[in-house]
């Protein structure tokens, strides 16, 4: 039976109140009356740990339509958790490795090419290392970036969980169409 309802997955890692926050906000914007009128989507949220615990895999990744993707920012990259998502996921979901053994595919991507993502951190000092480790992936997935990426330094206030909802309510509609 095919489904008609675009689903969004929001995979995330959120071991610190700062970091729920913006997963909580950015779920709430995904689920705005507004965006939900125009079409409804489907909003699937799953710890990063989920994949480890083996809780989902790379069907998950496949039954989504788009992504958002949350991470602490690690000592300049992305948390281990949701780097073990790509690394479970990657070949499944469309990834390919080039002789060398690195990843290949960029624009056009593999079976999950073309989709929609977005993506927010958080951390202490330094995002860069996060945001570079995270897109390197997803380009060579082939994922288009839907929003601007949400970096929050610091304590997370009402601004920043404002920029999370729009973030969340961003990607949803762009899958509503």
């Known amino acids: 039976m095919m489904r008609c309802v675009p689903r969004l997955l929001v995979v995330h890692h959120s071991p610190t109140p700062s970091m729920r926050r913006l997963t909580d ?64 996921t990657f070949l499944h979901v469309g990834g390919a490795l080039g002789d060398d053994g690195g990843a290949t595919g960029g624009a056009t991507g593999g079976t999950t090419g073309r989709r929609p993502y977005g993506l927010y951190l958080h951390g202490r000092h330094d995002l860069t290392g996060a945001v570079r480790s995270v897109e390197s992936v997803v380009d060579a997935l082939g994922w288009r970036r839907g929003h601007a990426v949400v970096g929050v330094l610091g304590e997370v206030g009402p601004a920043e969980s404002a920029t999370a909802y729009g973030l969340g309510g961003t990607i949803a509609a762009l899958l509503a169409g």
């Not at 989920?50 to 895999?57: L, S, T, Y």
């Not at 958002?68 to 949701?82: D, E, I, K, P, R």
């Open 25 to 88: 906000a950015v779920v709430a914007g995904a689920h705005d009356d507004e965006v939900q009128a125009s079409a409804p989507v489907e909003v699937v949220v799953l710890e990063a740990l989920a994949f480890a615990r083996g809780e989902a895999d790379h069907d998950d990744l496949l039954a989504a339509d788009g992504y958002v993707l949350g991470t602490t920012a690690n000592f300049g990259y992305m948390s281990g958790a949701l780097k073990h998502v790509f690394d479970s």
